[in-house]
T-cell receptor, first 113, second 116 residues
Framework: QKEVEQDPGPLSVPEGAIVSLNCTYS??????FMWYRQYSRKGPELLMY????GNKEDGRFTAQVDKSSKYISLFIRDSQPSDSATYLC?????????????FGKGTKLSVIP | NAGVMQNPRHLVRRRGQEARLRCSPM?????VYWYRQLPEEGLKFMVY????????ESGMPKERFSAEFPKEGPSILRIQQVVRGDSAAYFC??????????????FGPGTRLTVL
C-alpha cells in the first residue's frame, strides 16, 4: 500500500461547479497537510496548509482533514477555467527531524467554460 | 520578493556526462529541499539541507548523486555519469527559518533534465 493515495483523474467539470479532491494515507504520524496546484510544466504552488484535523477556508478553497479516517479533502467552489491544473496533496510528520513532504501523484482537473 | 529560483530551466546531457542543477532559495529562507518528479510519477523527496549541512539525504540514490548548500551561493544538486533514467523534472523548495514553518515549502519552477 502506498503511503499516500490520490485518484489521478482526469476530472472534468463545468465552470461554476464545486470540485472535491481527496487523498487517503496510511502513516498515522502525518500531522501537517498541504495542497499544491501545479500548472503544466511549472513548479507546485502552495494553496493550503493545515495542521492536524479540522477545516480551513481561504477564498474559494476549503481544506478538510479527518485524521481518524486518514482522509483529506480540498473543495473548490465556483470553479473557474483558470483552476484547470494538477492538484497535489502532500503531508509530513512532526518531530521527525526532517520535513520531507510525501506527495500523492496528483489529480488532473479540467474546468470547462 | 523573488521566489525560489532554479537554473538552468532545461538541461540536456548525453549519457555519462555530469549535470549540475542550481537553486537559490527565497530571501530569508535557510532551508532547501530537492524533489524529483519522474514522468507519470509524483514528487519524491531527495534531500534536505541547511547552510553547510545535509540534514536528511534518505531519498538520494546511493551513487552518482550529491547535494550541497554552501555558506555563500546557491544549493547545487550534482548528478555524475547521467543515465537515461535520470531524465526528470527536479524541483527545489525552500522554507523559512522559523521551526513552526519548516513544513511550509515553496517550490521553484524546476529544472527539466533530458538525458540523450
Amino acid at each position: 500500500q502506498k503511503e499516500v493515495e490520490q485518484d489521478p483523474g482526469p476530472l472534468s467539470v463545468p465552470e461554476g461547479a464545486i470540485v472535491s479532491l481527496n487523498c487517503t494515507y496510511s502513516n498515522s504520524a502525518f500531522q501537517y497537510f498541504m495542497w499544491y496546484r501545479q500548472y503544466s510544466r511549472k513548479g507546485p504552488e502552495l494553496l493550503m496548509y493545515t495542521y492536524s484535523s479540522g477545516n480551513k477556508e481561504d477564498g474559494r478553497f476549503t481544506a478538510q482533514v479527518d485524521k481518524s479516517s486518514k482522509y483529506i479533502s480540498l473543495f473548490i467552489r465556483d470553479s473557474q477555467p483558470s483552476d484547470s491544473a494538477t492538484y497535489l496533496c502532500a503531508m509530513t510528520e512532526t518531530g521527525a527531524g526532517s520535513y520531507q513532504l510525501t506527495f500523492g501523484k496528483g489529480t488532473k482537473l479540467s474546468v470547462i467554460p | 520578493n523573488a521566489g525560489v529560483m532554479q537554473n538552468p530551466r532545461h538541461l540536456v546531457r548525453r549519457r555519462g556526462q555530469e549535470a549540475r542543477l542550481r537553486c537559490s532559495p527565497m530571501k530569508g529562507h535557510s532551508h532547501v529541499y530537492w524533489y524529483r518528479q519522474l514522468p507519470e510519477e509524483g514528487l519524491k523527496f531527495m534531500v534536505y539541507l541547511q547552510k553547510e549541512n545535509i540534514i536528511d539525504e534518505s531519498g538520494m540514490p546511493k551513487e552518482r548523486f550529491s547535494a550541497e548548500f554552501p555558506k555563500e551561493g546557491p544549493s547545487i544538486l550534482r548528478i555524475q555519469q547521467v543515465v537515461r533514467g535520470d531524465s526528470a523534472a527536479y524541483f527545489c523548495a525552500s522554507s523559512p527559518p522559523n521551526r513552526l514553518a519548516y513544513n511550509e515549502q515553496f517550490f521553484g519552477p524546476g529544472t527539466r533534465l533530458t538525458v540523450l
